[in-house]
C-alpha cells in the first residue's frame, strides 16, 4: 500500500492541535520512509475545532486531488469531523482512492467516505494519540505496518458472547460519533455488515440508549455480526444502572449471530488497526482476520 518516498497528507478534521503535539510522530514516519505534509488549514483555530468546517474539508479534498499524496492520515480526535461531510467531492474521492487512517472522531468521516464512495479507511491510529507519551505503543506500531505492507492481520485475544462465523464489511468505530451519521445520507445501511463498537467516558446508560438507537436502524436485523472493543473510562453514573458487560450482554442476549467483546480496539494505548469498508471474517471460535 505505502512504499518509502509516499508522500502523505496530515489532516485535522476535528480538533485543533499544537506542532509540536505531532513532531514525535513526523519523526516516525520519516523513519518509514515517508514523506509527512501538513496540510494547509490543520493549524487553523476556531473554538475547539481546527478552523471552519468548509477549510477542513478543502485540505480533505485537496489530499485525494493530488496525485502524489498515497494515503491521509486524521492528526487527532475531539468533535467536528460531522461538520465537515456536507463539503466535501466525494466523487472526487471515489475517482482518487486512497486509506484515511484516524479514530474517535474520525469515525463520521471514514463511514461516510465510505457510505458515499466505497473508499476503505483504517480506524485506530492517531498521531496525537499515539505519541502523547513520546513512544507509540508496539502493538499500534505492528499493526500499522502490517497495513502499510498489505499484510493479512489475524486477532485471537478477545472474549465471545456470541458464537459463529461470518463474513462482511466492516463499518462503525466510536459509536456516539457512528450514531452523529443517523438520518444522514452518510449512514451506512447496516444490511450484511459487521459492526465495530467502543467508546469512551460515557456513563452506561448513554450507551444503553445509543445501543438500542443503533437496533432500530435499516438493515440492523440482517448484520453478520458485532465486535466490541473496549470502553475506556465509561461508568455507572448511578448505582444499579449496569455495568459495561452487562449493558452489553443484556443487548445481545436476542441476537443470533457473533458477537465478539474485549476486542483489542478503542481509546486504550494497546489496539489493533481496523478496516472500515472492508470485508472481514470473524470465527468466534479462534480468530478474526482481515
Not at 61 to 80: M, P, Q, S
Amino acid at each position: 500500500m505505502l512504499q518509502k518516498g509516499d508522500k502523505i497528507a496530515l489532516i485535522a478534521p476535528s480538533g485543533w492541535f499544537e506542532k509540536k503535539d505531532i513532531e514525535k510522530s513526523i519523526n516516525w514516519f520519516q523513519k518509514q520512509g515517508l514523506k509527512p505534509v501538513i496540510s494547509k488549514h490543520a493549524q487553523d483555530v476556531s473554538f475547539y475545532e481546527a478552523g471552519t468546517a468548509q477549510n477542513r474539508a478543502k485540505d480533505i479534498n485537496e489530499a485525494f486531488l493530488k496525485d502524489d499524496i498515497k494515503a491521509v492520515f486524521c492528526i487527532r480526535g475531539g468533535a467536528g469531523s460531522l461538520k465537515t461531510l456536507d463539503f466535501i467531492d466525494y466523487d472526487l474521492i471515489k475517482k482518487n482512492k486512497k486509506p484515511v487512517f484516524g479514530l474517535s472522531d474520525s469515525t463520521a468521516l471514514q463511514n461516510a467516505i465510505y457510505t458515499k464512495t466505497k473508499n476503505i479507511s483504517y480506524t485506530g491510529f492517531l498521531p496525537v494519540f499515539d505519541f502523547k507519551d513520546g513512544k507509540i505503543d508496539k502493538r499500534v506500531e505492528q499493526s500499522l505496518t502490517d497495513v502499510f505492507q498489505n499484510k493479512t492481520q489475524e486477532v485471537k485475544d478477545f472474549d465471545v458472547l456470541k458464537h459463529g462465523e461470518c463474513e462482511g464489511i466492516l463499518v462503525g468505530g466510536c459509536l456516539s460519533v457512528f450514531l452523529s451519521l443517523c438520518g444522514t445520507p452518510y449512514f451506512p445501511d447496516l444490511k450484511n455488515k459487521i459492526i465495530l463498537i467502543e467508546d469512551v467516558g460515557e456513563k452506561t446508560y448513554r450507551i444503553d440508549l445509543m445501543l438500542q438507537q443503533l437496533k432500530m436502524q435499516k438493515g440492523f436485523d440482517q448484520i453478520k455480526g458485532l465486535i466490541f472493543g473496549q470502553f475506556a473510562k465509561c461508568f455507572e453514573a448511578d448505582a444499579g444502572d449496569g455495568s459495561i458487560e452487562q449493558i452489553i450482554k443484556n443487548f445481545v442476549k436476542d441476537i443470533k449471530k457473533p458477537v465478539v467483546y474485549n476486542f483489542p480496539y478503542g481509546h486504550i494505548k494497546s489496539r489493533v488497526l481496523m478496516p472500515i469498508g472492508q470485508k472481514i471474517k470473524i470465527k468466534t471460535k479462534s480468530i478474526i482476520t482481515f
